[in-house]
C-alpha cells in the first residue's frame, strides 16, 4: 500500500519506543518531524515544526496528557493517531469524546503502523472535503444562515445577509443583533430569544431587520440553541413579498366586505350560507341553528334589508285582475 512521505511528530515518554517509532517510519518513507517526550514539549514542538500528523502516547508522563495534547493538535488542525497499552484506558476514551481518534495499541506493529497512517490521512481529506461542501452550501444558501452567541452578537453570517440587508456581514457582526430589529418587534424578539437559549426553538417566529436604506424586510425564523457552544444555530426566510401580498389581499377582502354592506342581501347571506335550504310549499328557510323562518324574517335578522310588499306583473294579472273581475264573467 503505497503512502506519500508525511512529516510526522512523535509523542512518547519512553525514549526507546520513541526511536522504534522513528525507525518504523523512516521504512515507510516519513520523515520525523521532532520527537517530545512529554505534553508541553509536544505542543511546543507542533507550533514550530508544523507536522502534517502526531503520533501520540496516550499514558505521557507530567500534567499534561495524551488526550489534551490530541486536543491541542485538533485545534491546529494536525491529525493524531492514538497509541494506547489499552483500547478502554481513561485517555483515550476523553480524547474520543472531543473527536474520534485513530487508534493504535501498544507496543506498535510496523504494518498496523503504516496502515493508521493512512486511514488517518484518508479520514483528513474526507473531512475537508465534508467542510468544503459545507461551507459552498453556507455560501449559496438563498435563505439566511447565521451563529448568533448567547451574548447576542452574530458570529457567522452566509452572503445572503449582505444581499437581503445591504449590511456587510463585517457590519452586522460588530453590533448587538437587537440594534438591527424594528423597534417595535424587538420586545418579542428578545423574549423568543430568551425562550431558545433556556432549551426551546423558535419555529416561524417573524420580525422586521432593518435595511442599510433605512426600510425594513419581513423576516420568518427557525432556529435551535447549541448549549455547549453557547450558540443558536438560525435560518430565516425573507418573507417581506409574501407579508405585502397578505396585505393586499386583507385590504382587497376589507373592501369586498364595505361593498358588501352596502349590498347585504348579496354578500352577507352568501358568506354565510353557500346553500339555504328553503320549504317548497310554505317558502320558509331553515337557518344554522335548524330553525324554520320566514324569509322576511330570516333577511332581517342576518341583514340590513327592510321588506316593502307590492305584487309583481305575473301574480297582478292572475290573482288580483281576478278578484277585480265582475263575478260570472
Request: with cysteine.
Amino acid at each position: 500500500m503505497a503512502t506519500m512521505g508525511r512529516r510526522i511528530l512523535i509523542v512518547d515518554g519512553e525514549m526507546f519506543a520513541a526511536r522504534e517509532l522513528a525507525a518504523m517510519l523512516m521504512r515507510c518513507g516519513h520523515d520525523v518531524a521532532g520527537v517530545a517526550s512529554s505534553g508541553r514539549r509536544a505542543i511546543a514542538l507542533a507550533a514550530s515544526v508544523a507536522p502534517e500528523l502526531a503520533l501520540v502516547d496516550s499514558a505521557l508522563p507530567g500534567d499534561v496528557d495524551g488526550a489534551e495534547v490530541a486536543e491541542e493538535m485538533r485545534r491546529r488542525s494536525i491529525p493524531v493517531i492514538l497509541m494506547t497499552a489499552g483500547a478502554e484506558s481513561a485517555p483515550l476514551r476523553a480524547a474520543c469524546i472531543a473527536e474520534p481518534l485513530c487508534a493504535i495499541a501498544k507496543p506498535v506493529l510496523e504494518q498496523e503502523l503504516h496502515v493508521a497512517i493512512h486511514l488517518a490521512f484518508c479520514r483528513r481529506v474526507t473531512e475537508r472535503q465534508l467542510h468544503d461542501l459545507d461551507e459552498r452550501f453556507f455560501a449559496i444558501s438563498l435563505d439566511m444562515l447565521c451563529f448568533l452567541d448567547f451574548d447576542g452578537h452574530f458570529k457567522r453570517l452566509n452572503p445572503a445577509w449582505e444581499r437581503t440587508l445591504g449590511f456587510t456581514r463585517e457590519e452586522l457582526m460588530s453590533r448587538p443583533f437587537i440594534e438591527f430589529v424594528h423597534p417595535d418587534d424587538r420586545e418579542p424578539t428578545l423574549r423568543q430569544n430568551a425562550e431558545v437559549r433556556a432549551g426551546g426553538q423558535a419555529l416561524g417566529f417573524e420580525n422586521r431587520y432593518r435595511r442599510r436604506d433605512g426600510s425594513y424586510r419581513w423576516f420568518r425564523w427557525n432556529a435551535t440553541p447549541g448549549a455547549a457552544e453557547r450558540v443558536i444555530y438560525s435560518v430565516a426566510r425573507d418573507v417581506t413579498t409574501q407579508r405585502a401580498a397578505e396585505t393586499a389581499r386583507d385590504h382587497l377582502l376589507r373592501r369586498l366586505q364595505a361593498a358588501r354592506g352596502e349590498s347585504p342581501a348579496l354578500g352577507e347571506l352568501g358568506a354565510e350560507r353557500g346553500i339555504m335550504p328553503i320549504c317548497s310549499h310554505c317558502r320558509k328557510v331553515r337557518d344554522g341553528e335548524n330553525h324554520w323562518q320566514s324569509i322576511e324574517s330570516y333577511f332581517l335578522q342576518h341583514t340590513h334589508t327592510h321588506f316593502s310588499h307590492g305584487v309583481c306583473p305575473s301574480c297582478y294579472a292572475k290573482e288580483v285582475e281576478r278578484l277585480l273581475s265582475p263575478v260570472g264573467s
